[in-house]
């Protein structure tokens, strides 16, 4: 069955240095992967958009990868801020006329 | 209003009881999703509309739910005879197209005693 693992265990960074989150996905063959950040109580808010054919996208302080043969996204976030913290979700997309599917989030804290 | 709506934003029932749940979407969005999410663990895709059809019902775990949207803009999600294991935050989303951002609203907390 289609699985998306993330990083399971909350990520704890020093203010300033740069974070990785991780978004691996078996059994399935996306045409798009999304991040997506989720603060208590709030709905996720989109981040994020990265298709098939492109490797890498940019936006300010965000930088999101992407490889198709090692079924693996990546998401950084550079010089890293207490405002960060929060839970980081990725999710994955076949195609245009179907469900889009989430990891279960990886919690990230951003300490000053 | 600018965002996706969701009401009530908190519900209290008993096991057994019918329950209705509401989302306005962001008007001109022809997408709308839901999505069930318990603490600690991300969105649980449950159904997907394409206008007013469903397109996507896959992830409805059992008959007992069931979702409507007559005219392509409001959607109902209605659990029957709900049981104690139902209780999450039921996410209801929206996007311009089916391969944009999802625009989510805050949620309707549901809690089956």
């Known amino acids: 069955s289609q699985k998306i693992e993330q990083n399971s265990e909350a990520l704890n960074i020093q203010e300033g240095k740069t974070a990785t989150l991780t978004c691996n996905y078996t059994?399935?063959?996306?045409?798009?992967l999304q991040w997506y950040r989720q603060d208590p109580g709030r709905g996720p808010v989109f981040l994020l958009l990265?298709?098939?054919?492109?490797k890498e996208k940019r936006k300010e302080r965000l930088k999101v990868t992407f490889d198709t043969t090692l079924k693996q996204s990546l998401f950084h976030i550079t010089a890293s801020q207490p405002a960060d913290s929060a839970t980081y979700l990725c999710?994955?997309?076949?195609?245009?006329?179907?469900?889009?599917?989430f990891g279960s989030g990886t919690r990230l804290s951003i300490r000053p | 209003g600018a965002g996706v709506s969701q009401t009530p934003s908190n519900k209290v029932t008993e096991k057994g009881k019918y329950v209705e749940l509401r989302c306005d979407p962001i008007?001109?969005?022809?997408?709308l999703y839901w999505y069930r999410q318990s603490l600690g663990q991300g969105p649980e895709f449950l159904i997907y509309?394409?206008?007013?059809?469903?397109?996507?019902d896959s992830g409805l775990p059992n008959d007992r739910f069931f979702a409507v949207r007559p005219e392509g803009s409001v959607s109902t999600l209605k659990i029957q005879r709900t049981e104690r294991g139902d209780s999450a935050v039921y996410l209801c989303?929206?996007?311009?197209?089916?391969?944009?951002?999802?625009?989510f609203g805050e949620g309707s907390r549901l809690t089956v005693l």
């Open positions: 990265i298709r098939e054919n492109e």
């Open positions: 989303a929206s996007s311009l197209e089916p391969t944009g951002e999802l625009f």
């Open positions: 509309f394409q206008g007013t059809g469903a397109a996507d």
């Open positions: 059994n399935y063959s996306p045409a798009y």
């Open positions: 999710a994955l997309g076949h195609s245009s006329a179907s469900k889009i599917i």
């Open positions: 008007s001109g969005h022809t997408a």
